[in-house]
């Protein structure tokens, strides 16, 4: 007797009609040959999937160059499957159920002819974790067949677990012919399952990250108390030896990685990493928020990478283990066969490829790297890792921090007066558009604890699920804002950023530990000037003041922008949240 899982298989390539079918293990030696078949048989654009890099400089990597048109998470092409539209939110593009998939098995009929479709068995959390989900993502490529295996852990005991239960996750996956016209991400929150076709794109295509573990998993929670979120979670080692653990939601592109991963610049401080996208948090006995990585590995932004401002992503990513390493849509060195990007140590080769393949130099005028190029690598490479990472449990946080890219306006640290001025900080936080998605860079978006894309229900319902996750705490995380990217007249950031962003972290630390005092404003707690630890770094206490500062004319237009968008979401916007406006509002006037 075939078992569900089996039955489910066999009824998705009757539709999407494979040449082959291969049931992943997971092992290293079947990466090793996905990855072959990414070189020598399967073709993007009429190029291989893969191509070797240089083993010495960079053990166990792959080059990877996606479609042209295929670079970036689509969030147009993106839809939340509710029965009800208002369940999916104005937060959502919406689509019935019904109708979703009578367009995508149109879309999808024999979509796989003359390709194999990969099995790919996995779980999201730790197997022996009781808030570990159990999942299965078909895909017809190797790239995501790789990619999911560094990201998630894969491996054929998974299909044992599942045995003769109906009760997994499901992924079914096509790149299709890549035709943006036919690329559609959608989402079933209902039925624990996602269809993905037309792109091979990270958060398109590896159905385990931000289609289930953010925007189904968010649903999940809100129907059985936890929440899924779009954080880093991080333990900071202060000079005692106490770990003080953290989680940090930032939109894309917004610094989340290089937090996660930072080699701090204040001495006897020390990061360990647990994870630098997403987080699942559960109340715990002791009435404290206990917080997981579901996944195991990075798919981080490749421009801005190096040794001066993330070393340990870099020691991460010339790590060689069980796990291979994979370059997006980097530029390439022909004659080292190295994986380039702006912002690298190293100054471009004589000989250099664009991301797309063509010929490239300093002065061509374009970038070499696209700005949204990446890598996958294993978590386990890092050199921070956390000894807690494979906690079961998870980690106790003691602070939740809001951030976002605001060249204006947001103080570099703000805390929260209490959780519902906290949720109210969350909620009304906003931030310049990256190139993480296909849309304008830099415009200024309302993004509520940077899950705008990946709330996968009503937004409203969403705040109100925050506010009673509070009341259920007995000992709930302070919370805060932050903001490295303030810029000064001449556009350069006032804040030097990366390992230098301890300073604001310690005193985060300090004041969950009541070691400072802070200054109180109408937007929440400023600290001190003398506060914030400056010892061997070159910033003037007039641009200190300028980043500390809170200008009531220009948080006015905000919180008027702030309404009209919480507006939006009318009567599902809990009171809770109008009340904490007023009161800023009011004491702002
Ligand atoms: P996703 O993977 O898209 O969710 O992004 P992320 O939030 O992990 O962002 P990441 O750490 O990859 O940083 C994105 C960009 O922000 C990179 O170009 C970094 O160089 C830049 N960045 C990160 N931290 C800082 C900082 O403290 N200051 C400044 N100015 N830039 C930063
Ligand atoms: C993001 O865009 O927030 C990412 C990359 O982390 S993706 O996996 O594409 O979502
Ligand atoms: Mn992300």
């Not at 310049?432 to 319902?461: K, S, W």
Request: hydrophobic share 35%; glycine share 8%; proline share 6%.
């Amino acid at each position: 007797m075939a078992t569900p899982l089996e039955k489910w298989v066999e009824k998705q390539a009757e539709l999407t009609r494979p040449d082959r079918i291969h049931w992943c293990d997971g092992s290293e030696e079947e990466a090793r040959l996905i990855i072959q078949k990414g070189m020598e048989e399967e073709k993007i654009n009429g190029n291989p999937v893969f191509y070797p890099l240089n083993n010495e400089k960079w053990p166990n990597a792959y080059f990877h160059r996606s479609h042209p048109t295929d670079v970036a998470r689509t969030e147009h092409l993106t839809y939340v499957c509710h029965p009800e539209k208002e369940t999916a939110g104005p937060n959502n593009n919406w689509m019935h159920p019904e109708e979703a998939k009578k367009l995508l098995t149109r879309i999808s009929d024999g979509c796989m002819r003359g390709r194999t479709m990969y099995v790919l068995p996995y779980m999201m959390g730790h197997p022996d974790s009781r808030f570990a989900k159990a999942c299965v993502q078909l895909t017809d490529i190797s790239y995501v067949a790789a990619s999911m295996r560094i990201m998630t852990r894969m491996s054929k005991k998974v299909i044992e677990k599942i045995g003769n239960s109906e009760d997994f996750v499901k992924g079914l996956h096509s790149v299709g012919d890549f035709d943006p016209e036919k690329r559609f991400i959608m989402h079933f929150p209902d039925e624990n399952f996602v269809w993905s076709v037309g792109s091979g794109y990270g958060g398109n295509a590896l159905l385990g990250k931000k289609c289930f573990s953010l925007r189904i998993a968010s649903w999940l929670g809100y129907k059985e108390g936890w929440l899924a979120e779009h954080m880093v979670i991080m333990g900071v080692e202060d000079p005692d030896g106490e770990i003080t653990y953290i989680a940090v939601a930032m939109p894309s592109a917004c610094g989340k990685t290089n937090l996660a991963m930072m080699e701090p610049a204040l001495a006897g401080y020390k990061v360990w990493t647990l994870g630098d996208d997403i987080a699942w948090f559960h109340i715990g006995d002791d009435g404290r928020l206990y917080a997981i990585n579901p996944e195991i590995g990075f798919f981080g932004v490749a421009p801005g990478t190096s040794m001066r401002s993330n070393p340990n992503m870099m020691k991460t990513l010339r790590c060689n283990n069980f796990y291979p390493t994979l370059f997006t849509n980097t530029a390439l060195n022909l004659d080292s066969m190295e994986p380039w990007w702006e912002g690298i140590d190293e100054q471009p080769g004589k000989n250099m490829l664009d991301w797309q393949g063509n010929k490239w130099n300093l002065k061509s005028g374009t970038k070499a790297a696209h700005p949204n190029s990446r890598f996958t690598v294993s978590i386990y490479n890092a050199p921070t890792l956390s000894k807690e990472f494979d906690n079961p449990q998870g980690v106790p946080v003691s602070a939740i921090i809001f951030g976002g890219r605001r060249t204006q306006l947001i103080p570099l640290v703000t805390e929260a007066f209490d959780w519902n001025h906290g949720v109210f900080i969350g909620a009304r936080s906003g931030s310049e558009t990256t190139a993480a998605a296909i849309h304008q860079v830099g415009v200024l978006r309302r993004d509520p604890m940077a899950m705008l894309p990946f709330c996968g229900y009503n937004m409203g319902d969403y705040f109100n699920h925050w506010i009673s996750m509070g009341s259920k705490m007995k000992n709930p995380p302070k919370i805060f804002s932050v903001n490295w990217f303030r810029t000064d007249e001449n556009g350069k950031f006032i804040w030097p950023g990366f390992g230098e962003n301890i300073r604001v972290l310690k005193w985060i630390i300090d004041r969950v530990k009541n070691r400072v005092s802070g200054r109180e404003t109408s937007v929440g707690i400023l600290p001190h000037l003398k506060d914030i630890d400056l010892t061997g770094i070159d910033i003037s206490d007039e641009d200190l003041r300028k980043i500390l500062d809170v200008n009531i004319k220009e948080w006015k237009e905000e919180l008027e922008d702030v309404k009209k968008f919480f507006n939006s979401f009318g009567k599902r916007l809990p009171a809770e949240l109008w009340r904490e406006y007023d009161k800023v509002y009011r004491q702002a006037l």
